[in-house]
């Protein structure tokens, strides 16, 4: 059969009522989990699966990719309101989002935010339709060395995201590789950093110390200065982005759903490393005509969720075509394939045509959804930050002691947030940016595991890890993303030594 043909076959499997309805109810699921601090796509497609078993394979998909979809883009609201991402992977929203709220226009980064995510999810449902086989063959290739150079390269956009200082940018990248060593040693299996703490020896969860930092640490800071002070009024009249808004952010979030796409086919890359990536080369290349990236620019928004977004269709590629998840939540989904007796993998498109392209047709519908949600509610969202300061930083704490425990169900992960969001406050005064701190926790261990991997596969030799082509192509973009900020940083100085004439 055609693709066009298998197409049809698949939109006819999901314009029926039931699965139309699993998918409401997966992106309204979706986007309320997203948007609590904590409670991350994984967790509730992880509580929610098996809800699925005793569904038809293409409805039970239906409701898991809603949600998959929901958590992901919900994840930007608070990030945009409050400063505090609600899954790992909006932490890049916060740059340009939550300057945009301060200054009363959360309603228009919310809206701009649904968008890029809306462009994101449909680039990367293209792809995945037409690419899958390409794309998934390229990201067989990456081994362990591919994969630390793909880590290191995200590190580099700590020089991206340092501010004014570079040093202290590194420092605070520093930090959070070093929170990262805190556990058992990936290759060996001992104890690291634990000093007899029993808790210690499954690691620092990271999403405990992200809340802390963004969600407590900010809190603190809005104690400290006055309440009332910082409430600001958000507009909300206009929910539906403006044309110029819309033609402005087109060509970025385009781009940013490329690149979000063949990250997201990489395995274990994710939404993370995406929404960075995209960021990072957004503030690279995008000529600033308002805010400078960070202070309210709506090309960071609209990057960082389109890379994100864009993942997820991305991570999809090389689970069906493979059998390899792209990330933790399409692990989930493979096994909720096989439940109903089901193996994703090259023999998939043969053995169940309808399935996978009823996955590709759902999936655009899921994002057709999300756009017509987040425009209709950003007016009701926005206005979250118009309750009294002494009513809502309560409750938002609470909810970030909730969203700790809830990780993994214990007391301990409470603790580390509490004792993050500390740090973060400490940090923040004394001008130590928090977005490095961020990178080298969720960057740092991939960076670690894959490089001593990939010596012990090659005997300890340096030149054969670094010389693979793939590696070796990606280190030189990251030599890049490193050196061309010092460059425009001291742009003057080196003209003025090529030209000491001048």
């Not at 078993?53 to 409050?82: C, D, K, T, W």
């Not at 505090?84 to 228009?108: H, I, K, M, N």
């Not at 400078?292 to 994100?308: L, P, R």
């Not at 053995?351 to 519908?365: K, Q």
């Amino acid at each position: 059969m055609s693709i066009i043909g298998n197409i049809v076959q698949g939109a006819t499997l999901v314009f029926q009522p039931f699965a139309l309805t699993l998918i409401f109810v997966g992106v309204i699921v979706g986007i309320t989990m997203g948007s609590l601090p904590g409670m991350t796509a994984t967790m509730t497609v992880a509580v929610l699966v098996s809800f699925t078993f005793g569904m038809q394979p293409v409805e039970g998909m239906m409701l898991l990719l809603g949600i998959y979809g929901g958590a992901l883009y919900a994840g930007s609201i608070p990030a945009i309101l409050i400063r505090t991402p609600g899954t790992p992977s909006a932490a890049a929203t916060v740059f340009d989002g939550f300057p945009l709220s301060e200054r009363g226009q959360a309603g228009r980064a919310i809206s701009i935010a649904t968008v890029a995510s809306f462009v994101g999810g449909a680039v990367s449902v293209v792809f995945l339709a037409l690419f899958s086989p390409q794309i998934a063959a390229i990201a067989l290739e990456f081994g362990s060395s591919e994969y630390f150079a793909l880590a290191f390269f995200g590190l580099t956009i700590i020089a991206s995201v340092s501010g004014d200082s570079l040093i202290k940018g590194f420092i605070s990248g520093l930090l959070g590789m070093l929170l990262a060593t805190v556990g058992l040693d990936p290759m060996l299996g001992f104890p690291r950093f634990s000093f007899g703490v029993e808790m210690l020896t499954s690691g620092i969860e990271f999403i405990a110390v992200m809340i802390g930092l963004f969600g407590i640490a900010e809190g603190l800071n809005r104690y400290q200065n006055g309440l009332d002070e910082t409430s600001i009024e958000q507009n909300v009249s206009g929910v539906i982005p403006s044309v110029r808004d819309i033609r402005n952010i087109s060509g970025v979030a385009v781009g940013s759903s490329v690149v979000g796409s063949f990250i997201g086919a990489i395995p274990g890359a994710g939404g993370d490393i995406a929404s960075f990536v995209t960021y990072n080369e957004a503030k690279r290349w995008v000529e600033e005509k308002g805010p400078s990236f960070g202070d309210g620019n709506v090309h960071g928004v609209a990057a960082a969720e389109s890379g994100n977004n864009a993942s997820t269709g991305g991570a999809l590629i090389p689970t069906l075509t493979l059998g390899i998840p792209g990330d933790s939540v399409t692990a989930i989904l493979i096994g909720a394939l096989m439940v109903h007796g089901i193996r994703p993998g090259p023999g998939l498109f043969q053995d169940e045509p309808a399935l996978v392209y009823a996955i590709f047709v759902g999936f655009f519908v899921v994002y057709i959804f999300i756009l017509v949600f987040g425009l209709v509610g950003a007016q009701y969202w926005a206005r979250l930050i118009d309750f009294p300061s002494r009513y809502l930083w309560p409750v938002i704490f609470l909810l970030c002691v909730i969203g700790a425990y809830a990780l993994r169900g214990n007391v301990f992960d409470v603790w580390v947030m509490l004792g993050a969001g500390v740090l973060g406050y400490a940090m923040r005064a004394d001008n130590y940016p928090l977005a490095p701190m961020v990178l080298g926790l969720i960057l740092g261990p991939i960076a670690e595991s894959n490089l001593r991997r990939a010596l012990a596969i090659s005997d300890g030799s340096v030149v054969a890890v670094f010389t693979k082509p793939f590696t070796l192509f990606i280190l030189l973009l990251a030599l890049i993303s490193l050196l061309l900020p010092v460059v425009r940083n001291n742009a003057d100085h080196i003209r003025s030594l090529l030209r000491p004439d001048d």
